[in-house]
C-alpha cells in the first residue's frame, strides 16, 4: 500500500465517526520547489495544499476544491487545489518581511475561501471561511463545524519532506445507528486524537497511524486514493486570460518580447508561446466564455 501521496478514507464504525487522513510527499516537494518560500510561507501553503486533498475526502466533488487565501499583508496569496482525479497544485505569493509568527488572523483586509466546483462548466460553490484563527486548520475546523453543524477535528502539519493532514467528523446520529448508544465516543476520539504530536503527524504512514490512535476503536479503512501534482494549465487557458486582458495590452506585451509573448505558468512552468499571428487570432476570435480568477 502507498504511504505518500495518498488520501485514505476511514471510519470508527463503533464510535460514529467519519474521517480522512492525507499524507504528501513527491507532491508536496514538487509544489513547494517551485519558488524560494521563506519557512512560515512554506508551512502555510504545505497546509493548505493538505487541506484541499482532504476536503475532498467526504464528499462527492465534480471538478475542484480549493484553498484560497487573499490579504493586502505580507502573505498575499495562498492557493491550493485538489481535483477530482486527485491532481494537486499550489502557490504563494508573500512580501518581505513577514511577520513572526505567521498568523492568518493579524493578516490585514484577509480573506479566505473554500471554492468547490467544475471551472469549464461554470458551477461553482464558494464558501467564506471566518478567519478568527491564527491557522489553516483551525480556520477550516471551525468552517466546517458552522456549515455542517457537526463536530469536526482537523490537524495540518508541513515540513520541507511532508504535507500531512487529519480530519474527524461526527457522524449525524440516524435511528439506530451505534453513534448513538455511546454518548462519550466523540469525546473519547478527540481526546485519542489530541495524544498526537505534530512530529508524530508527520513521520508515521496513514495507516499507521490510525491504528496507533485508534486501535481501542473499530477502524475501517477504505481503499486509499492516489493524489499527485499535476496542473490544469492549457494553452486554451492562457488563450483565454490573454484575450481577456484585450488588445491594449497584449500589444504592449509583444511589443516588450520582440512580437512574442511568453506565459510562463506559475503553477508547474509550462512555458506557452503567442506570436503575432496567434495574438491577431485570439483577439478577433468571437470571446468566448472565459474562467474568472487562477485560468492558468
Ligand atoms: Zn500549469
Not at 465517526?17 to 514538487?30: C, H, I, K, Q
Request: charged share 25%; glycine share 8%; aromatic share 6%.
Amino acid at each position: 500500500m502507498p504511504v505518500d501521496d495518498v488520501l485514505h478514507r476511514f471510519l470508527l464504525e463503533h464510535a460514529g465517526v467519519r474521517g480522512a487522513v492525507v499524507r504528501l510527499g513527491p507532491a508536496w516537494r514538487e509544489v513547494a520547489g517551485r519558488a524560494d518560500y521563506p519557512p512560515a510561507v512554506r508551512a502555510v501553503l504545505g497546509e493548505a495544499l493538505a487541506a484541499s486533498a482532504l476536503l475532498t475526502g467526504n464528499i462527492k466533488l465534480d471538478g475542484a476544491l480549493s484553498v484560497e487565501l487573499k490579504s493586502s499583508g505580507a502573505l498575499r496569496l495562498l492557493f491550493a487545489e485538489c481535483t477530482d482525479h486527485g491532481r494537486l497544485r499550489g502557490l504563494a505569493r508573500w512580501n518581505e518581511p513577514l511577520p513572526e509568527p505567521l498568523v492568518l488572523k493579524a493578516l490585514p483586509d484577509a480573506g479566505m475561501a473554500i471554492t468547490i466546483g467544475n471551472v469549464e462548466r461554470g458551477q461553482r460553490y464558494q464558501g467564506l471561511v471566518d478567519l478568527q484563527h491564527a491557522g489553516v486548520a483551525d480556520a477550516l475546523e471551525n468552517y466546517f463545524i458552522q456549515s455542517e453543524q457537526l463536530p469536526a477535528r482537523i490537524l495540518l502539519a508541513a515540513n520541507d519532506e511532508y504535507a500531512v493532514g487529519l480530519m474527524l467528523q461526527k457522524m449525524p446520529d440516524e435511528g439506530g445507528h451505534h453513534a448513538a448508544k455511546d454518548d462519550d465516543a466523540w469525546s473519547r476520539v478527540v481526546h485519542l486524537t489530541a495524544t498526537l504530536g505534530v512530529e508524530e503527524l508527520l513521520a508515521t504512514a496513514p495507516e499507521q497511524l490510525l491504528y496507533r490512535l485508534y486501535h481501542e476503536e473499530s477502524v475501517r479503512l477504505f481503499e486509499p486514493r492516489p493524489l499527485a501534482f499535476g496542473c490544469s494549465c492549457s494553452r486554451e487557458r492562457v488563450t483565454g486570460m490573454l484575450r481577456s486582458l484585450g488588445r491594449d495590452e497584449v500589444e504592449a506585451a509583444l511589443a516588450a518580447r520582440g512580437d512574442e509573448i511568453e506565459v510562463i505558468c506559475e503553477f508547474c512552468a509550462q512555458r506557452y508561446h503567442f506570436d503575432r499571428i496567434d495574438a491577431e487570432l485570439l483577439l478577433s476570435a468571437h470571446a468566448a466564455p472565459i474562467a474568472p480568477d487562477t485560468t492558468q
